[in-house]
């Protein structure tokens, strides 16, 4: 690695790091001004409201990520090009391509691990809603008369969970289906208990009817049956079911997928799910985008480069904001709504190199 590279990354880093840990601060210090009131006269400890923040600051983190990656690629060049640096470079016989190599690398990395945080975020986010209380977590080990809506499209209706036993008393499990090939069925049972070594409910006296079509039912009775997607572990029963932006990128694919076997239409969930994957490489392409664009407007200073920045990441948001309203009205396939502003930028930014002078 030369010394360059060495110093580019350098530059590169030290102004994404203070970026994508400042901006979800201060995006938090507006919230916990706006809210600080409403939180304690809920009856909220100030404990309560760090835990909350700090289970919010992930998310935070991963929203800042493309912002922080498209300063940091402008004011790298930019610095580059005000100090001669690039100039420099240019003169030794390395190409403004070859100084920027490192960037465009290092926002590949970047991009993986906002890759990651989208698996992470999700959990978080549900924590930071129990903590507030917006989502109920139990203290205790026992729920009584509750709807629960499970994976593969499952709804059970429980009369009474202990949770620390891990029994059910008077449970039916429901599936909205289609027709004969993917039929409606209703379980009821006396009686469920969880099988830790199989992870799976084990359920007890009982009856299941099928529902095929408008004339066509099937019932019988059962001692035992074991229902294989009736896997949520009695702790996660006490609990509130998840909303689709408290789960991660397989666990919204089997929502989806269950809701599309039922009849549905899901184009806005395929789109939020496609976006778990598009929006951390938007850290990629904006920093492509972005350091051309610097280089072009070298001569306005700091001033315009933050403009700059803030004017694109505030376009990419609201490109994204269309493009998933288009999506989810069936007027693009969903999965390219959400691949769209990446692709717009994308042709942008390797327009913008082209044109560099190198």
């Known amino acids: 690695m030369r010394i360059l590279d060495r110093y580019v990354m350098t530059q590169f880093l030290r102004i994404f790091g203070a970026a994508v840990l400042g901006v979800p601060f201060l995006f938090i210090v507006i919230d916990l001004v706006d809210n600080l009131d409403s939180y304690l006269g809920r009856g909220l400890s100030r404990l309560d409201v760090l835990l909350h923040y700090v289970y919010e600051f992930p998310n935070q983190t991963l929203l800042a990520f493309p912002l922080a990656a498209f300063l940091a690629a402008v004011f790298t060049v930019f610095s580059l090009s005000r100090h001669f640096e690039m100039t420099a470079a240019k003169a030794s016989g390395i190409s403004f391509y070859r100084v920027i190599a490192p960037m465009l690398a290092l926002s590949v990395l970047i991009s993986f691990v906002a890759l990651g945080l989208t698996e992470i975020v999700p959990i978080t986010t549900r924590r930071a809603a129990e903590v507030i209380g917006e989502h109920q977590s139990r203290a205790d080990d026992l729920r009584n008369n509750f709807v629960f809506r499970g994976n593969a499209g499952l709804v059970y209706r429980i009369r009474r969970l202990d949770a620390a036993a891990g029994e059910i008393t008077n449970v039916e499990i429901s599936r909205e289906g289609t027709g004969f090939p993917y039929p409606t069925y209703v379980v009821d049972a006396k009686g469920a208990s969880w099988d830790t070594a199989r992870a799976l409910w084990r359920l007890e006296e009982g009856r299941v009817r099928f529902f095929g079509g408008a004339s066509v039912e099937r019932s019988f009775a059962f001692d035992e049956l074991w229902q294989i997607d009736f896997r949520e572990k009695p702790r996660e029963l006490l609990a509130d079911p998840k909303d689709p932006d408290e789960m991660g990128y397989r666990e919204l694919g089997g929502f989806i ?34 350091a051309p664009l610097a280089h072009s407007t070298r001569r306005g200073g700091a001033p315009l480069s933050i403009g700059i920045a803030l004017g694109v990441t505030i376009l990419f948001l609201m490109l994204i904001r269309i493009s998933q309203a288009l999506g989810a009205g069936g007027v693009v396939p969903p999965v390219l709504a959400a691949w769209l502003p990446n692709a717009l930028f994308f042709g942008s930014g390797l327009a913008l190199m082209s044109r560099v002078r190198t």
């Open 257 to 290: 997928d269950a809701i599309q076997r039922s009849g549905g239409m899901a184009r806005e969930l395929i789109v939020e799910r496609a976006l778990k994957i598009s929006y951390p490489f938007t850290c990629f392409i904006i920093v492509l985008f972005g």
